[in-house]
């Protein structure tokens, strides 16, 4: 029976030795963009590893970059099976990960809405600081 924190342990490995072999050894020309590791699940059975990875680029980078990276991955899967040493190594799967991007636009989003409300706050009290003519003067 397969210790139930070994896929744990064997996703957190698999996205070291991902990120370090996307950092130095993929030689693939399409990927272009970016590319952060920003999670790995592997199945039960560890015969399957999705890697979410996250890019940065224009959209013409992030889609070479995806073909790239479908490309690697049985290159991928060797370096796994010899660097881990399992029994055999699982097929990795690629995805983009969505949720820094997301992340980022909320944050400038708030940014704004807190600039704005700074705005509001500085304007003098009543909206114009000028009288409209001819209004009686208080």
């Known amino acids: 029976m397969v210790e139930p924190r070994r896929p744990d342990r064997v996703a957190e ?3 070291e030795q991902v990120a370090t072999f996307l ?4 030689k693939d ?6 590319v952060t590791v920003t999670a790995v699940d592997v199945t039960r059975d ?7 990875v996250s890019l940065m680029g224009d959209e013409a980078d992030k889609k070479s970059t995806t073909e790239g990276l479908a490309s690697v991955a049985g290159h991928l899967r060797s370096v796994l099976g010899k660097t881990l040493r399992l029994r055999s190594a699982p097929e990795i799967h690629f995805r983009t990960d969505e949720s820094v991007a997301r992340a980022s636009r909320i944050e400038s989003l ?6 704005e409300r ?3 706050e500085q304007e003098p009290p009543g909206g114009d600081a000028t009288a ?3 209004a009686p003067e208080s």
């Open 13 to 15: 490995a698999i996205r």
């Open 23 to 26: 950092a130095e050894g993929a």
């Open 29 to 34: 020309p399409r990927i272009k963009a970016f």
């Open 46 to 52: 560890l015969r399957h590893a999705t890697v979410f």
């Open 110 to 115: 708030l940014a704004q809405i807190r600039d």
């Open 118 to 120: 700074d705005q509001r």
């Open 132 to 134: 409209a003519p001819g």
